[in-house]
């Protein structure tokens, strides 16, 4: 662990104030500027060199497309994952994200495993709509999502159509924890818009329980 991290507070070493999300059948809490303003600097900084960003692509009708974001995936051995069709093998864990997901399971209470981290360069880069409900992830998947750099838009809607009036969204800035577990994933998808504003550069990072 590097000097300069363990200086760095987090909310989790005195009480983080939740804010919770109203929506059915779900649980979803968030946590403002979980790590404060310095740190996420740094994190942002530190992830964005260190991280062998990566390319992926997905096949339509046979041909490959790029998706639109920069990717990455570590966590302990064994915990490969599938992801819109994209096999991934973990990385190791590296100091910086050790010491974030250490952080990170004072707020979820579970033991973390992999982590992917998203890389939304602008406001083109982004994620559509799914859910996190992958089968390594178990029936309620504990996602824990950390925002670094640019505030983006994070939207949720249900999958029944009847209720697509109950859409929501949140914007997630530098530092910001958003912890969803219990039903969400199977109530509701999310996504991050592209978006015409100028953003600033983003690194998101969600840390799962896979069961291998
Ligand atoms: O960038 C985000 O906030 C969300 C990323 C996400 O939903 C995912 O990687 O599954
Ligand atoms: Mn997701």
Do not use: C
Not at 83 to 103: C, V
Not at 155 to 170: E, G, L, N, T
């Amino acid at each position: 662990m590097s000097e300069q991290l363990t200086l760095f507070s987090h909310r989790s070493n005195s009480l983080p104030v939740e804010e919770q999300l109203n929506l059915d059948h779900s649980d979803i809490r968030l946590y403002r500027n979980f790590f404060d303003e310095a740190a996420s600097n740094h994190l942002l900084e530190t992830l964005t060199q260190e991280i062998n960003w990566r390319q992926e692509y997905i096949k339509i009708h046979g041909n490959p497309h790029p998706i639109p974001r920069l990717t990455a995936w570590h966590g302990d051995e064994g915990s490969s994952y599938s992801y819109s069709g994209i096999e991934m093998n973990p990385e190791p864990w590296t100091d910086t994200l050790r010491f974030i997901k250490q952080a990170m399971e004072t707020v979820a209470q579970v033991k973390f495993n992999s982590v992917l981290l998203n890389f939304y360069r602008d406001g083109n880069d982004s994620v559509g709509w799914h859910s996190d409900n992958e089968l390594e992830l178990g029936n309620y998947p504990v996602i824990g999502s950390l925002s670094l750099g640019g505030t983006r838009k994070f939207s949720f809607k249900p999958k029944q159509k009847a209720r697509s009036f109950d859409k929501h969204d949140v914007d997630l800035s530098n530092g910001d924890v958003l912890l969803m577990q219990g039903e969400t994933q199977q109530y509701w998808y999310h996504q991050i818009p592209k978006t015409k504003k100028s953003v600033a550069p983003r690194i998101n990072l969600t840390f799962r329980v896979i069961y291998i």
